[in-house]
Protein backbone atom coordinates (compact mmCIF):
# COMPACT_ATOMS: atom_id res chain seq x y z
CA UNK A 1 0.00 0.00 0.00
CA UNK A 2 0.91 3.59 -0.86
CA UNK A 3 0.26 6.60 0.99
CA UNK A 4 0.75 9.91 -0.62
CA UNK A 5 1.17 13.76 0.66
CA UNK A 6 0.66 16.98 -1.49
CA UNK A 7 2.25 19.92 -0.49
CA UNK A 8 3.49 22.92 -2.42
CA UNK A 9 0.01 24.23 -2.90
CA UNK A 10 -0.92 28.19 -2.31
CA UNK A 11 -1.94 31.61 -3.95
CA UNK A 12 0.26 32.98 -6.67
CA UNK A 13 -0.53 35.78 -9.15
CA UNK A 14 -1.16 35.00 -12.46
CA UNK A 15 2.17 34.06 -14.64
CA UNK A 16 3.84 33.25 -11.00
CA UNK A 17 4.66 29.37 -10.39
CA UNK A 18 4.44 26.89 -7.83
CA UNK A 19 5.98 23.99 -7.63
CA UNK A 20 3.75 20.38 -6.04
CA UNK A 21 5.39 17.91 -4.15
CA UNK A 22 4.05 13.69 -3.60
CA UNK A 23 5.46 12.81 -1.22
CA UNK A 24 5.04 8.52 -0.76
CA UNK A 25 5.17 5.84 1.76
CA UNK A 26 6.60 2.78 1.26
CA UNK A 27 9.83 1.16 -0.06
CA UNK A 28 8.43 0.29 -3.40
CA UNK A 29 7.24 3.51 -4.78
CA UNK A 30 9.41 3.02 -7.76
CA UNK A 31 7.08 0.15 -8.61
CA UNK A 32 4.33 2.61 -9.06
CA UNK A 33 3.40 5.33 -12.25
CA UNK A 34 1.98 8.71 -11.00
CA UNK A 35 -0.49 11.07 -12.06
CA UNK A 36 -1.06 14.82 -11.12
CA UNK A 37 -4.45 15.58 -11.44
CA UNK A 38 -6.62 18.71 -10.49
CA UNK A 39 -10.40 19.24 -9.97
CA UNK A 40 -12.04 22.92 -9.70
CA UNK A 41 -15.22 23.85 -8.00
CA UNK A 42 -18.65 22.50 -10.04
CA UNK A 43 -15.98 20.50 -12.51
CA UNK A 44 -14.82 16.59 -12.61
CA UNK A 45 -11.67 16.00 -11.93
CA UNK A 46 -9.22 16.09 -14.85
CA UNK A 47 -5.34 15.14 -15.86
CA UNK A 48 -2.61 16.78 -15.71
CA UNK A 49 0.38 15.28 -16.09
CA UNK A 50 2.20 11.95 -15.45
CA UNK A 51 5.44 10.03 -15.29
CA UNK A 52 5.82 5.74 -15.16
CA UNK A 53 7.92 3.86 -13.07
CA UNK A 54 11.57 5.20 -13.54
CA UNK A 55 10.65 8.72 -15.02
CA UNK A 56 11.54 7.64 -18.27
CA UNK A 57 8.54 8.66 -19.84
CA UNK A 58 5.91 11.47 -19.27
CA UNK A 59 2.79 12.42 -20.21
CA UNK A 60 0.78 15.65 -19.90
CA UNK A 61 -2.38 17.36 -20.82
CA UNK A 62 -2.69 19.46 -23.58
CA UNK A 63 -3.78 22.47 -21.70
CA UNK A 64 -0.72 22.25 -19.26
CA UNK A 65 1.83 21.59 -21.88
CA UNK A 66 5.55 23.74 -22.51
CA UNK A 67 4.22 25.70 -19.10
CA UNK A 68 4.27 22.00 -16.34
CA UNK A 69 6.90 19.69 -15.91
CA UNK A 70 6.63 16.50 -14.03
CA UNK A 71 9.83 14.66 -12.31
CA UNK A 72 10.54 12.03 -9.86
CA UNK A 73 13.57 11.45 -7.54
CA UNK A 74 12.48 7.58 -6.70
CA UNK A 75 15.15 7.43 -3.77
CA UNK A 76 13.63 10.03 -2.11
CA UNK A 77 9.86 8.79 -2.80
CA UNK A 78 8.64 12.55 -4.27
CA UNK A 79 7.26 13.62 -7.67
CA UNK A 80 7.57 16.92 -8.32
CA UNK A 81 4.94 18.82 -10.39
CA UNK A 82 6.92 22.20 -11.35
CA UNK A 83 4.16 24.99 -12.74
CA UNK A 84 5.16 28.12 -14.69
CA UNK A 85 2.98 30.73 -16.30
CA UNK A 86 0.26 29.83 -14.16
CA UNK A 87 -3.35 31.65 -15.15
CA UNK A 88 -6.64 31.60 -13.38
CA UNK A 89 -8.31 28.44 -15.16
CA UNK A 90 -5.35 26.64 -13.27
CA UNK A 91 -6.81 27.05 -9.97
CA UNK A 92 -7.78 23.77 -8.26
CA UNK A 93 -6.99 21.38 -5.81
CA UNK A 94 -4.35 19.14 -7.09
CA UNK A 95 -4.05 15.20 -6.33
CA UNK A 96 -1.46 12.94 -6.59
CA UNK A 97 -2.33 9.60 -7.51
CA UNK A 98 -0.21 6.27 -8.01
CA UNK A 99 -0.69 3.49 -10.02
CA UNK A 100 0.57 -0.25 -9.77
CA UNK A 101 -0.34 -1.15 -13.78
CA UNK A 102 2.04 2.12 -14.84
CA UNK A 103 0.53 5.37 -15.79
CA UNK A 104 -2.29 6.70 -17.80
CA UNK A 105 -4.33 10.29 -18.18
CA UNK A 106 -7.57 8.07 -16.74
CA UNK A 107 -8.37 8.58 -12.53
CA UNK A 108 -9.87 5.36 -12.82
CA UNK A 109 -6.29 3.54 -13.63
CA UNK A 110 -4.69 4.76 -10.41
CA UNK A 111 -5.15 2.47 -7.08
CA UNK A 112 -4.26 5.40 -4.82
CA UNK A 113 -4.94 9.11 -4.09
CA UNK A 114 -3.59 11.62 -1.55
CA UNK A 115 -5.93 15.06 0.01
CA UNK A 116 -4.59 17.21 -2.38
CA UNK A 117 -3.41 20.67 -2.17
CA UNK A 118 -4.99 24.00 -3.04
CA UNK A 119 -3.89 25.93 -5.65
CA UNK A 120 -5.28 29.66 -6.70
CA UNK A 121 -4.25 31.88 -9.03
CA UNK A 122 -4.96 35.49 -9.14
CA UNK A 123 -5.56 37.78 -12.31
Same mark, same amino acid.
Given at each position: ?7 ? +???? /? $?? *??? !???? &? @??? %? ?6 ? +???? /? $?? *??? !???? &? @??? %? ?20 ? &? ?48
Amino acid at each position: QVQLVESG +GGLV /Q $AG *GSL !RLSC &A @ASG %RTFSRYGV +GWFR /Q $AP *GKD !REFV &A @AIS %RMGDSTLYADSVKGRFSISRDN &AKNTVLLQMSTLNPEDTAIYYCAADQFGYSDSPSSYDYWGQGTQVTVSS
